[in-house]
């Protein structure tokens, strides 16, 4: 029988899977009803055995590993506008961005130094330092404070799914950042201000 942490860590890759299926050309071209059946049928088939007995998203897993929950509530929260068809709330994509920026500068700092850059291993602080929950405490009234209520939704997702032993990982880390969120963050975030710069100039000649 299947673990409760790998089943959670399958679903993670399941729904990644399901966001890249969105990305094929053409996808964005179909009508709502058929979007829907196209993202649940590779839901439900990330899941189907393949020849060599795993499904998909074990496939995945075994090359990614397990999504922070970070980016399984951001690909959620993708799926859903897609889904739904309406665009997410402005309080919602303020705080996305803020969260982005959040993700890419811990990465840029955190990253580093648990490669031994240094002489302090942060890795070791997840492992439940109660600095680190006060900070993250802290970090989280801040985001509230500044209308980004999606980082604290975010950080108290992943401190109660690390506590409540989601994924096989004992480490709070692994619950709030990933490689792959980290790199997806700078790029977002550069196409950002790319995007803003390209608008300056066109909002001067008006």
Known sequence: MIRFVDAAGLLGN????????????????????????VLAAVMVGAFVPLGGGLPLAAYLRGV??????????????????????????AAV??????????????????????????NFDPYRLGYGSYGM???????????VLRGAVLVAIALALAV?????????????????LDPLLSVYAIIALAGCALHRRRRRP?????
Request: hydrophobic share 60%.
């Open 14 to 37: 399941a729904v990644a899977l399901t966001a890249l299926a969105s990305r094929v050309p053409g996808f964005s071209r179909l009508g709502m009803g058929t979007r829907q059946s």
């Open 64 to 89: 990614i590993g397990d999504l922070s929950v970070t980016s399984l509530l951001l690909l959620l929260l993708y799926l859903a506008r897609l889904v739904r068809g309406v665009a997410l709330p």
């Open 160 to 176: 109660l799914a690390w506590s409540a032993g989601w994924y096989a990982s004992t480490n709070l880390w692994d619950y709030l």
């Open 93 to 118: 994509l303020a705080g996305r961005e803020t969260l982005l920026g959040l993700v890419a500068v811990t990465a840029a700092v955190f990253y580093p130094l648990a490669l031994g850059w240094g």
């Open 202 to 206: 066109a909002a001067g000649l008006k």
């Open 133 to 143: 929950l006060a900070v993250l405490l802290l970090l989280a009234l801040a985001a």
